[in-house]
């Protein structure tokens, strides 16, 4: 029986997150999505708690990353703004994946920047991963890549590049051609200079403005194999593709607990008919729904981080993750598993932010509260 009970570094860590995000991020969401980005003060500020820095401490990082730890970091940053809580992980996924996948040579020349105490935080990364006709799943990934002499040649789109045009860390998820499954994924760098890519901003968002983002476009781009994370089809790729998964789900999870709560307290002091709403069944089995619904999504969740830190750890070697059948790959089950939580509950973000709206009545449309925009942010998450 898995025990998901945080230790209690996790709870400090939590907390930590918590209050940031209540005194931090949720006065700051509305702001934000007005200028349409972060503040660079709030970047810092982060960046000084050692939260967005989940690296070896070797290269200046805070400790290597474990998924349940950031599981639990997501969701309080998503508790108090999704679109925020996108920003920062969008940017932490480009060194991310460099970090898992890269060799080490990769690793020492993007990982130290990212670190450094005076200008870390001025850093931006990304990691393209759905495609435009495609969801965050690997099956669906069709960017692809055909070698040709001592480079590789890419064709395909990307959507939803947070921080995509940066001249950062930008990485790109893709599959070399004729491959299936995981076998053939990749991941490659793009560099600041690269002929046939196009990149386009996602102009006019309804939802997680204060998370920038762009497309792309490529062409018959050709780049150098050097540009290639590790080797094709290493368990790196897999790993940061699952935890961008896994990230994307808490921040969902946040989102639909501060829709949760936020109803539940309007409701119980909002008057109708000399009683509070909160006291008649059809508001009550809303908010009831809502709270059962969070749970379950969190659980999905939590089990597939602990997957995540096994398989990363290398525990389940030869062991399926699943309990009904023994020869199931780990790896394919930790794919599984990852995007069905991703799935799940951004698919109760959605119905949360949409239920808060509805018991709020009027209210709820009003940029007085911060539901109509938790609202839009969620639906933004597909």
């Keep these: 029986m898995l025990n998901f009970a945080p230790t ?6 939590r907390s930590l997150a918590r209050s940031l995000a209540v005194e931090q991020l949720r006065p700051q969401g509305r702001e934000a999505e007005q200028k349409g980005d972060i503040s660079p003060e709030l970047v810092q500020t982060l960046s000084q ?12 990082g805070s400790g ?3 998924a349940m730890t950031y599981t639990l970091i997501a969701e309080e940053l998503g508790f108090g703004d999704g679109a925020l809580a ?6 932490l996924m480009g060194p991310i994946t460099v970090m898992l996948a890269g060799n080490e040579s990769q690793q020492q020349e993007h990982i130290p920047p990212f670190c450094d105490p005076r200008s870390g935080y001025q850093q931006r990364g990304s990691l393209a991963y759905a495609e435009r006709t495609g969801g965050f799943t690997l099956a669906e990934v069709g960017l692809t ?3 040709e002499g001592d480079g590789f040649i890419l064709n395909g789109t990307k959507r939803d590049v947070i ?8 990485v790109v998820l893709l599959r070399l051609e004729n491959t299936v499954e995981t076998e053939g994924l990749c991941a490659f760098m793009i560099p600041s200079r690269l002929d046939g890519l196009q990149i386009s901003a996602d102009v006019q968002k309804l939802g997680l403005i204060a998370a920038p983002s762009v497309s792309y476009s490529l062409a018959d781009v050709a780049i150098p194999e050097a540009c290639m994370l590790g080797e094709p089809g290493n368990k790196g790729v897999i790993r940061a593709a699952t935890l961008y998964n896994i990230l994307r789900a808490g921040v969902a999870c946040g989102m639909a607990r501060a829709a949760f709560e936020y109803a539940m307290d309007f409701a ?3 008057i109708a008919f000399g009683r509070p709403i909160a006291s008649y069944q059809g508001i ?3 908010v009831s729904e809502m709270a059962m619904n969070l749970d379950a999504a969190r659980l999905m969740l939590w089990r597939a981080a602990t997957s995540w830190d096994r398989v990363g750890a290398g525990y389940p070697q030869g062991v399926s993750l699943h309990p009904f059948d023994p020869k199931a790959s780990p790896w394919l089950e930790l794919v599984r598993e990852t995007e069905s939580a991703q799935h799940q509950a951004v698919e109760i973000a959605k119905s949360a932010t949409i239920d808060a709206v509805q018991i709020m009545g009027g209210a709820g449309f009003m940029q007085d509260h911060p539901v109509e925009m938790w609202m839009r942010n969620a639906a933004a998450m597909e």
């Design 8 to 13: 209690e570094e996790q709870e400090e860590i």
């Design 49 to 60: 708690t050692g939260l967005t820095t989940p690296f070896p401490e070797e290269f200046g």
């Design 64 to 66: 290597a990353i474990e």
């Design 86 to 91: 996108m920003n920062i992980i969008g940017s």
């Design 145 to 147: 890549a055909h070698k």
């Design 163 to 170: 921080h995509g045009w940066e001249l950062g860390t930008r």
């Design 268 to 270: 119980k002091e909002r």
């Design 284 to 286: 009550a089995f809303m």
